[in-house]
């Protein structure tokens, strides 16, 4: 199946690849586009992917689309990776606290945000950051994200995931915004 014979399917893989391509070329990014074919199922799959620098961090954003007939179509979530080179060892996790947290007092911080949230990081100030800046917490614990920073085989990553599918330029500027406020902080650490 070609991309001009999607028009059946919810997601619309010809407007979504102009999209990354709009925004792979607004940040002088390469833009992949992959398209393949299951055996027994009648949808295909589109893997997009863009490759660029952003400033001394190397950007990885990906997400595959699941297009099954009838409007069932399934993506993955979008994925942001910033990453690089680095001697220090860091981590972050933060997630809104559930149930068994709340009632054993598990994993608290001493923000002030303790009854909502769990927090995990070796680094004072990036936990500061969050108890200071709501916005940025709520953006970071929504149900719809996944966000954590690791240091594996000295190199540093920022994570971002996002459930659903971003549709205009504007919804990637603003993830990547979240991301430099991110990588801002770990720079003065």
Known sequence: MKLK??????????????????????IGGVF?????IRANVNGPIY????????EDFDLKVKQTVYINPGGNDKPTPLSYCLSRKTNQKITFR???????????????MNSGIAEK???????????QLIGTDVN????????????HIVTKNQILEIVL?????????????????ILKQIKKEIASL
């Not at 995931?161 to 990547?176: L, N, Q």
């Open 5 to 26: 014979d999607a028009l059946f399917y919810t997601i619309k893989p010809e407007s979504l690849k102009k999209t990354w391509e709009k925004f792979s070329s607004e």
């Open 32 to 36: 992949k586009f992959n398209e393949s």
């Open 47 to 54: 893997a997009y992917e863009i490759t660029a620098n952003l």
């Open 94 to 108: 933060i997630w809104k606290r559930d149930f068994l947290e709340r009632i054993f007092g598990l994993n608290k």
């Open 117 to 127: 949230y769990s927090l995990k990081t070796n680094h004072r100030k990036l936990e």
């Open 136 to 147: 940025l917490r709520e953006i970071l614990t929504s149900s719809k994200n996944h966000f």
């Open 161 to 177: 995931k996002r459930a659903g599918i971003s549709y205009s330029v504007e919804d990637f500027s603003a993830d990547i915004e």
